[in-house]
């Protein structure tokens, strides 16, 4: 317990002292919040609350890129080999970096909820404690995500063409740019086995439409085993030196961790339980009033797009 409290401890200071770390994880988030919130969503404050969910999944999704890079570039200079002789085990290791990835990724979080609420009117407080357990979720998961991108590949040039197949499907296919009813038939039926499609609409219930926890149970049991899975198999492959090679062989267990959103994947374009939601959570942010979000201004039926106005 000692050096799982130290390696995060460490692990959060070395990206304290890291510029770009800053602009990644603090800069851009916020950029990213006031062009969905403040252009996507006109600074409505139904609008607003939908694009949040969206928001709050990509700062979540996020987390596997660094800590695929990280743990890499620890590798490449030989900074595992030195812990290696030390009484540091490997799930030490990849458990710091998940806790750290969450404590990095909190403040940001905290600091966009207040915004929402200070300048869209968006009233998050009431599902704070949803929103929370999500973000953490969403952040073991992916950043689990995360460590095994780093056990199967070997430079860091490799890693970056990794998770650039990854993060492109993950932030376009999933509802997470645009509205998940609203893309083409075929980009739905594959979203609906993507890991970050769940995430987006678990945020989104909740905002909008302050779904409870409980009834959002099909997509915290899928990225609850998801991220077991992925941490396990990070665990199974993890390398302290840079010239160990894993067999091709136990790269295939890799698309093993896919198993949970695969068949739920299967259910769900034969239900579209998560398409009927996407569609009537956005029009229900736009054009009916809500307790969670305050009164707002309702469209005439021909509007090509909805009223600038909103009431409290």
Do not use: C
């Not at 929103?131 to 953490?136: M, P, Q, S, Y």
Request: aromatic letters at 12%; hydrophobic letters at 55%; proline letters at 4%.
């Amino acid at each position: 317990m000692n050096n799982f409290a130290s390696l995060t401890l460490l692990r959060i200071r070395l990206a304290l002292r890291n510029k770009m770390f800053f602009f990644f994880s603090f800069v851009m988030p916020l950029g990213f919040f006031f062009l969905y919130l403040g252009v996507f969503g006109k600074g409505i404050t139904g609008y607003a609350a939908f694009f949040l969910g969206e928001v709050l999944a990509l700062n979540v999704m996020g987390s596997f890129w660094g800590l695929s890079a990280t743990i890499v570039m620890f590798r490449e200079q030989g900074i595992l080999r030195r812990f290696h002789v030390s009484p540091v085990t490997a799930s030490d290791i990849l458990a710091s970096s998940v806790v750290a990835n969450f404590g990095l990724a909190l403040p940001t979080v905290l600091v966009e909820l207040f915004l929402a609420t200070v300048i869209y009117h968006i009233n998050t407080w009431s599902s704070l404690f949803g929103i929370l357990v999500f973000i953490a979720i969403g952040t073991t998961s992916f950043a689990s995500l995360g460590l095994v991108i780093a056990s199967v590949t070997n430079t860091m040039q490799e890693t970056q063409v990794l998770n650039n197949l990854i993060w492109l499907p993950l932030i376009f296919l999933s509802g997470a740019t645009l509205p998940l009813a609203y893309l083409p038939r075929i980009v739905q039926r594959v979203g609906l086995f993507l890991p970050a499609t769940y995430l987006v609409n678990a945020f989104q219930q909740i905002i909008v439409n302050s779904a409870s926890l409980l009834s959002r149970y099909a997509e915290i049991i899928s990225l609850v085993v998801w991220a077991i899975l992925t941490f396990f198999l990070s665990m199974q492959l993890f390398r302290w030196e840079p010239e160990t090679k894993i067999p091709r062989r136990a790269k295939l267990l890799v698309a093993a961790t896919a198993i949970p959103f695969v068949l739920l994947g299967a259910w769900e374009n034969r239900t579209d339980r998560i398409l009927k939601e996407s569609r009537t959570t956005f029009e229900s942010a736009v054009n009916s009033p809500h307790p969670a979000l305050g009164r707002i201004s309702m469209p005439s039926a021909g509007a090509s797009k909805p009223s600038d106005n909103s009431s409290k």
